[in-house]
Structures are given as C-alpha cells and as structure tokens.
C-alpha cells in the first residue's frame, strides 16, 4: 500500500508507518523483513527513501540490519528510563509490569583483590560477599549481574530470599544506598554472559559499572550489570549551563 497520503517527507511517513506495523504484529519481533526491493514496491517510495527510514529505525534500536543478511525487528525494551534515576534491577523489572527473578550462580565470601581495594577505598574490608546471577523478567533472562558487598553488610544464607539487594542491606545492616557513580559500556560477544542471557552473537550488551554510597559517602555495593540492549534503554538528561 503507497503511503503517499500527507505533506510530509516520505522518510518520515515511512518511518511511521513501519513502526504501526510493527505495533499491530504485521511484522513481528526477531523476524525479518521484506527486502528493500518489496518494502519500496509495497509502500511506493525508492529505495533511497526507504534506506534513510531504515537508517533512523536502526538508530532508534526499532530495527537491525546485518549485512548480507537483512533487516530484523528487535525485540520492544521491556524497561526505558533515565540514568539519573539510581533503581534497583527488581524495581525496573516490576516497572515493567514483569515478574522479576533470580537465577543464582555462586554466592561466596571472598578475599577482596587490590582492585576491590581501591574500588571500597577508604573503607577497610576483609571479605567480600561476591554473588553472580541472572535477573529475569517472567522467566525470560535480561540481566547478568555481578554484585560485590562487604561481608558484614549482608547475609549469604539469606540472599536467595529476597531478590533486591538494596531491600536486603537495608535490612540487615541497616544501611540505605542514596547515590551510585555509574559507568557505562559496550559490550560485545562473551561466551558465558552471552549463554547465559541467551542472546545472539552480533548483539551488544549494556554494561553498567556501579559503586552505591550511603548519604554518609560509605561505600557499600559494586555492581556490574550486564543489561541485554533489545530489553533495556536508558537515556541521560543534559541541561546547558
């Protein structure tokens, strides 16, 4: 069906256009599309237009398009929010209006290495409770994540009760996280992240480096949370000074 029915650049009205089939399942997620030839006879554009509204549909994550391969419909973010806001995986998960759950892979004490020792710094520890699992939402795995504690802040044998972290801390040691210093990186194939979440190979993964404090400034968690980017977007509000 031509799409040649408004004022405005065709790109654009291609881009919605894609994006309403999208939403009512005519394509539907993880599936590929029709090839450029077909989508620029069907909606009645060339294929420059239709390749610039694939361009933008790439760069807003709707889309991904592998060369040789195709063009592929990524799955919806099942969480999008600003950085700014310090949540824990479980409340982004809830958010959602998923069930979140944990599947749990260790949960030891270990001897923190030079590197924890700087990260906890100048807060003295001597053992750290070092606990890897992945976050799920309604059973499907999204998040991998790698949480690093000193060992008088939480209780190991209690960790498998009570999926949020934050919640347990704050009940056992009564100690409240205010604020993370958050660092973010791309993350491409590893092997074991990359079975666990069950993601395909060319997709990238959200990494999110994070040391929480208590308004007093202690430092009481080190998090590195590896986000599947089809499940998770965050975005950063920037004012002008």
Same mark, same amino acid.
Not at 1 to 4: A, P
């Given at each position: 069906?031509?799409?040649?029915s408004?004022?405005?650049?065709?790109?654009? $009205?291609?881009?919605?256009?894609? &994006?309403?089939?999208?939403e009512?399942?005519?394509?539907? #997620? &993880?599936?590929?599309?029709?090839? @450029?030839? $077909?989508?620029?006879?069907?909606?009645?554009? +060339?294929?420059?237009?239709?390749?610039?509204?694939?361009?933008?549909?790439e760069?807003?994550?709707?889309?991904?398009?592998?060369?040789?391969?195709?063009?592929?419909? *990524?799955? &919806?973010?099942?969480?999008?929010?600003?950085?700014?806001?310090?949540?824990?995986?479980?409340?982004?998960?809830? $958010?959602?209006?998923? %069930?979140?759950?944990?599947?749990?892979? %260790?949960?030891?004490?270990?001897?923190? %290495?030079? #590197?924890?020792?700087?990260?906890f710094?100048p &807060?003295?520890?001597d +053992?750290l409770?070092?606990?890897?699992?992945?976050?799920?939402?309604? *059973?499907?795995?999204?998040?991998?994540?790698?949480?690093?504690?000193?060992?008088?802040?939480?209780?190991? @044998?209690h960790?498998?009760? $009570?999926?949020?972290?934050?919640?347990?801390?704050?009940?056992?040691?009564?100690?409240?996280?205010?604020?993370?210093? %958050?660092?973010? #990186?791309?993350?491409?194939?590893?092997?074991?992240?990359?079975?666990?979440?069950d993601?395909?190979?060319?997709?990238?993964?959200?990494?999110?480096?994070?040391?929480?404090?208590?308004?007093?400034?202690?430092?009481?968690?080190?998090?590195?949370?590896?986000?599947?980017?089809?499940?998770?977007?965050?975005?950063?509000?920037?004012?002008?000074?």
């Open positions: 069906m031509s799409i040649k408004d004022s405005r650049h065709l790109y654009l $009205q291609v881009i919605d256009k894609m &994006k309403r089939d999208i009512s399942g005519t394509y539907k #997620e &993880k599936e590929k599309l029709p090839s @450029e030839f $077909q989508l620029s006879k069907l909606l009645g554009v +060339s294929r420059a237009t239709l390749r610039e509204a694939l361009r933008i549909l760069e807003e994550n709707v889309v991904t398009r592998r060369h040789g391969v195709g063009t592929f419909v *990524n799955s &919806k973010p099942i969480y999008s929010s600003g950085v700014e806001e310090l949540t824990s995986v479980t409340s982004m998960i809830k $958010q959602s209006g998923k %069930t979140p759950g944990s599947q749990y892979l %260790t949960t030891e004490y270990l001897e923190p %290495t030079d #590197e924890d020792m700087e990260k710094a &807060k003295k520890i +053992s409770a070092t606990i890897e699992r992945v976050r799920t939402a309604d *059973n499907r795995p999204v998040v991998f994540c790698i949480d690093k504690i000193p060992s008088d802040l939480i209780p190991l @044998e960790v498998h009760k $009570q999926d949020s972290l934050f919640k347990l801390m704050e009940e056992y040691s009564h100690k409240r996280i205010a604020y993370a210093v %958050t660092y973010i #990186e791309p993350i491409s194939y590893h092997d074991r992240i990359y079975n666990a979440l993601c395909d190979p060319e997709q990238s993964l959200l990494l999110l480096k994070q040391m929480h404090y208590t308004d007093e400034d202690e430092p009481v968690l080190y998090s590195a949370n590896y986000f599947r980017s089809d499940m998770f977007r965050f975005h950063v509000l920037r004012k002008r000074l």
